[in-house]
């Protein structure tokens, strides 16, 4: 490793990470957790063999090609209910009641989780990570759009250091803050929840639910038929599909529609 870094030679460098990491899976005897510990250090070896030097190669995971299907928060990121706890977005349940941003007042609101449109919980995927000057921090795919301020919704990879987004404070209030930081992370497992009014905060930070569509507007128009359809028969009246690995069925079928009709307003990773 030492001497990859110093001629760096990427690949030395990755295949010692590789080596690094099936040594460590072997050390994991005996350990709570050593089913998921292996997994991981799987992964890391497949990621380093696959991904490294050359990420678009035809066997990594995280290629450009696949990456641009991703459209998500990371799952370790935490919702914010409306009493004011959080939950994981993993264990969100339809009907759940959140706090959403409402970009028409910019006040915070309540609302109703409806679904989730993807739920990808063991697969991994390439994030944006904003931080702010407050500390606030977010993970999510690069294509996902967050309110701003100055300039209405704008996808995480148009987000730089020195924009303005909104956050909520540790009074529960809505500000505005300063993004001090924007890297790319590689996590496991992404989810993409829909709520009824379109929003709502992840890790203390506002954020759009949609993705892909550059436009909020157009996502929460094209997306209404789902939310009717809520309205109407309830969310998980047969089951909770809020579990259901995948990206849904309603989604994606009016995504297919919108890529067959305006092309134009897709945009991809």
Known sequence: MVIGLAKEDLSRVCQSTAL??????????????????????????NISRNCCPDRNNAKC????????????FAADSL???????????????SGDQLIAFNHNTQQLVTTALITMM??????FALFKHITTSTGRQLSLTSSHLLPTPNNGYLMAKNIESGMNIYV??????????????VTDVVKQGYMAPLTQEGTLIVNHVAASCYATIDS?????????????????????SKRDETRSVGVHWFP??????????????????
Not at 24 to 41: K, T
Not at 168 to 181: F, P, Q, T
């Open 61 to 72: 995971s995280i290629r450009d090609e696949v990456i641009q299907k991703y459209q998500c």
């Open 20 to 45: 690094i990491a099936q040594c460590a899976r072997g050390q994991l005897s005996e350990c709570i957790g050593e089913q998921i510990g292996i997994a991981g250090f799987n992964e890391i070896i």
């Open 79 to 93: 919702v914010t209910l409306a009493d004011g706890k959080q939950k994981t977005i993993a264990d969100l349940r």
């Open 216 to 236: 909020h507007d157009v996502a929460h128009a094209v997306l209404a038929p789902m939310r009717w359809w809520y309205n109407l028969f309830g969310a998980g």
């Open 252 to 269: 994606k079928a009016l995504l297919d529609l919108t890529l067959s009709v305006f092309p134009s307003i897709v945009h991809h990773s």
């Open 118 to 123: 993807d739920f990808q919980p063991h697969n």
């Open 168 to 181: 909520v404070n540790e009074e529960g209030a809505l500000i505005e803050d300063r993004v001090s930081n």
